[in-house]
Every structure is written in structure tokens, then in C-alpha cells.
């Protein structure tokens, strides 16, 4: 079974410029994670989605991330503009629970991470 | 709210010593913990878990018991090997699935 993809895996841009992440889940997983690992701690939580639609955004900074799961299945991440302190590794990660609980597993699968350096 | 710390690293130990790595959380409730691992070069992985007090999880020989009274989750390995090395994570889970990490700790193993 193939495992949760990320592209790209490392991207580098100056401040005040844009940048998009790609995941692509675990096939026939309905929840997707988007997390965000700075340096020296653990990841946090940005965004989940239960199939095509938002669960938890609320430590997503919404005046310039953005995530969208259009059909269910991949997600983009988008930092516009990027700041400094946005330099960190963002992770997404699935798992096949589905909003009732009744079928799948809660356990998230991760993907390798994209890492972001904003100069 | 929620949040975990861990034994701050790194950690750096022979091969065959024992290993503990502390963690200590806060939560309202009963939440379930988990210890995710981290190797160079890969994502995060599930190492073991437990979802009540008093369970031990368990998995590669690494153990941690969910202690309520202490409010702790200490990882423990009798005999680490080289690989081993990596970065260990301490986590909580409570409500609808949104997990709440420790900072990390790393750990090297020298042969």
C-alpha cells in the first residue's frame, strides 16, 4: 500500500513571495491533516478535512494559508505572502476514520514533509 | 488546554545501554497517548500507544505505561541498538482526533 505523498519535498523563497504544497493521502482515506513543524518542536495542527470539507481551521492563520481538498482526495497547502517565521517543515497526514467512527481506524499515517525556507 | 512535555534532548547513549525518555502531560479527561518516531529521512510513525490508565504499549521492545496518577508516559528501552537513532515524540489525543505533540526528542545511538 502506498504511503501519503508530498511534493516537493524542499522549496526555498524569499519573503512576501507565494508557495503551494501538494498532498496526495492514503487511498480511500476520508481525513486529511496539514501540519506545521518549526524547528526544534513538534508538529501543529493547521487543518484537518473530512473528505472535501473543513473539521478544525482553527489554528490555520487565514489571513495568508489557505488548504483545499477539492474532490475528496488531494490537497494543496498555500502561503501567500510567506513570512520569516513561515520556515518550517508542513506535514499531511491521513487516516481512514470517517466522520461517524464506525468504520476505519483513527491512526494517522504521515507523509515525509515539505520543508520551507523563507529568506 | 492540552500539551505534553518531554525530557528535553539530545540524548546520545551506547549501544545495548537502557533507554527512558520522560514525558508528562495536562488534559482535562482521559486522554489516549501515543509516542510517535521520526528516522532520518522518513515521516512520522505510529511506535506504540495506549488509550487508557494503566495500559502499557509496547512494540520493537520499547514500552511506555499510561500512568494517571503521575500523569506521565515514559518511554523505556532495556537494550537500544544504532537503530534506534532518531527523533521520539510524545503525544495526547483527546476529543475528535486532533493530536497534540511534544517538542521531540532526539536520540543517538553510538556503536
Known amino acids: 500500500e502506498a504511503g501519503v505523498a508530498q511534493s516537493p519535498r524542499y522549496k526555498i523563497i524569499e519573503k512576501r513571495q507565494s508557495v503551494a504544497f501538494w498532498c496526495n493521502p492514503i487511498s480511500g482515506h476520508a481525513t486529511l491533516y496539514w501540519y506545521q513543524q518549526i524547528l526544534g518542536q513538534g508538529p501543529k495542527l493547521l487543518i484537518q478535512f473530512q473528505n472535501n470539507g473543513v473539521v478544525d481551521d482553527s489554528q490555520l492563520p487565514k489571513d495568508r494559508f489557505s488548504a483545499e481538498r477539492l474532490k475528496g482526495v488531494d490537497s494543496t497547502l498555500k502561503i501567500q505572502p510567506a513570512k520569516l517565521e513561515d520556515s518550517a517543515v508542513y506535514l499531511c497526514?491521513?487516516?481512514?476514520?470517517?466522520?461517524?467512527?464506525?468504520?476505519?481506524?483513527?491512526?494517522?499515517?504521515f507523509g515525509p514533509g515539505t520543508r520551507l525556507t523563507v529568506l | 488546554g492540552n500539551s505534553v512535555t518531554q525530557m528535553e534532548g539530545p540524548v546520545t547513549l551506547s549501544e545495548e545501554a537502557f533507554l527512558t525518555i520522560n514525558c508528562t502531560y495536562t488534559a482535562t479527561g482521559y486522554p489516549s497517548l501515543f509516542w510517535y518516531v521520526q528516522y532520518p529521512g522518513e515521516g512520522l510513525q505510529l511506535l506504540l500507544k495506549?488509550?487508557?490508565?494503566?495500559d502499557k504499549g509496547s512494540n520493537k521492545g520499547f514500552e511506555a505505561t499510561y500512568r494517571k496518577e503521575t500523569t506521565s508516559f515514559h518511554l523505556e528501552k532495556g537494550s537500544v541498538q544504532v537503530s534506534d537513532s532518531a527523533v521520539y515524540f510524545c503525544?495526547?489525543?483527546?476529543?475528535?482526533?486532533?493530536?497534540?505533540f511534544g517538542q521531540g526528542t532526539r536520540l543517538t545511538i553510538n556503536p
Open positions: 503525544v495526547l489525543r483527546q476529543g475528535a482526533q486532533k493530536l497534540v
Open positions: 497526514a491521513s487516516s481512514s476514520l470517517n466522520r461517524d467512527r464506525v468504520r476505519g481506524s483513527n491512526e494517522q499515517f
Open positions: 495506549a488509550t487508557k490508565a494503566d
